[in-house]
């Protein structure tokens, strides 16, 4: 056996404060739309394994909820997801929007954390596109003066201006070891959960207030037909009646227009044909119950 096909293999989490880009950044390396991405803060809920495998390496990319001080049961699950997702990894990226005008509490929240962890990590300072580079270079000495980072890399996930280069470094990084994956595959996700993530993809986006962070997709069921298509039904949770009728919308119109756009990101997603249909329901509990975590992967049992 030649060096070349000596496998190697390892985990990569992507961690970060909410609205960092992480998701942008998982889908950017893997070159689809895997993880939901909205300009709200705490879209990713759940830990996503995007699969990247290229020439004789195999990286598990983990796109993790973002970081912050949780209050509810929903976020304080959905923040130790992802410091979860940093056991038994092999590196550890900072994601950081470097655009931001004010230094993020949060960011240095999440250092102490990582410094009290002992882990070294990788820096990513993301959104470069909408600064001017040579603003990053206190960022990028206070950084290197915490001592928690190899390196740092200067990225824009959105236009993928240094994800590249990122890349690189990770293919080079991953130990000797056999994949844990089949080549072709891209995420342990299952797309029941997928497209109920593109659901609240949408919740998120057409909905303009507080509503959607109390929202919930759940996937009820799903059926494979004779022609090759899928027949999919989820139900919208919220917690109240009121909410309820603002998803509905007049006439239906504002679920119509949810089901409408969701559907057709399942069916770019998917590469098939979609019939989805849309419950909605009101259930003040709905954040409580065991259930729920256990869909979702958040409690504490995956990994
Ligand atoms: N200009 C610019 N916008 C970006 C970049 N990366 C991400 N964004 C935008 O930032 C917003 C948040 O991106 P996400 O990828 O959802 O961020 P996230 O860190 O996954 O957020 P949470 O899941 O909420 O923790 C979206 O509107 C993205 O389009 C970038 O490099 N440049
Ligand atoms: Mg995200």
Request: glycine fraction near 6%.
């Amino acid at each position: 056996m030649t060096q070349d096909h000596i496998q190697h293999a390892g985990f990569v989490a992507i961690l970060g404060a909410p609205n960092a880009g992480k998701s942008t950044l998982l889908n950017q390396m893997l070159g689809e739309r895997l993880s939901i991405v909205t300009h709200k803060a705490q879209t990713t809920r759940i830990r996503v394994l995007g699969l990247l495998t290229q020439g004789n390496t195999q990286i598990g990319l983990i796109d993790t909820p973002g970081i912050f001080k949780p209050k509810s049961r929903l976020e304080k699950a959905m923040v130790q997801a992802a410091w979860d997702s940093l056991d038994g990894v092999d590196m550890i990226l900072l994601l950081v929007d470097a655009s931001a005008r004010q230094p993020d509490p949060k960011v240095d929240e999440i250092l102490e954390s990582l410094a009290k962890r002992k882990v070294k990590a990788t820096m990513v300072l993301n959104k470069v596109d909408k600064i001017k580079l040579e603003k990053l270079l206190p960022m990028t000495e206070r950084m290197h003066a915490t001592g928690l980072f190899d390196e740092i890399y200067m990225v824009s996930a959105l236009t993928g201006d240094g994800v590249p280069e990122l890349k690189t470094k990770l293919l080079a990084g991953m130990p000797v070891g056999p994949w844990h994956y089949p080549e072709d595959q891209l995420t342990d996700v299952s797309e029941r959960l997928l497209a109920a993530e593109i659901t609240r993809e949408q919740l998120l986006c057409q909905l303009h207030d507080e509503l959607p962070y109390m929202a919930s997709v759940i996937p009820e069921s799903w059926e494979e037909r004779k022609d090759g298509s899928a027949l999919i039904r989820q139900t919208i949770l919220v917690t109240k009646a009121a909410h309820r009728a603002m998803v509905l919308g007049k006439n239906g119109a504002r679920i119509k227009e949810i089901g409408s756009a969701a559907r057709q990101e399942m069916v770019a997603f998917m590469g098939r044909p979609v019939h989805l249909f849309l419950d909605v329901k009101a259930d003040e509990r709905w954040q409580e119950k065991n259930e729920f975590y256990r869909l979702f992967g958040l409690d504490g049992a995956s990994r």
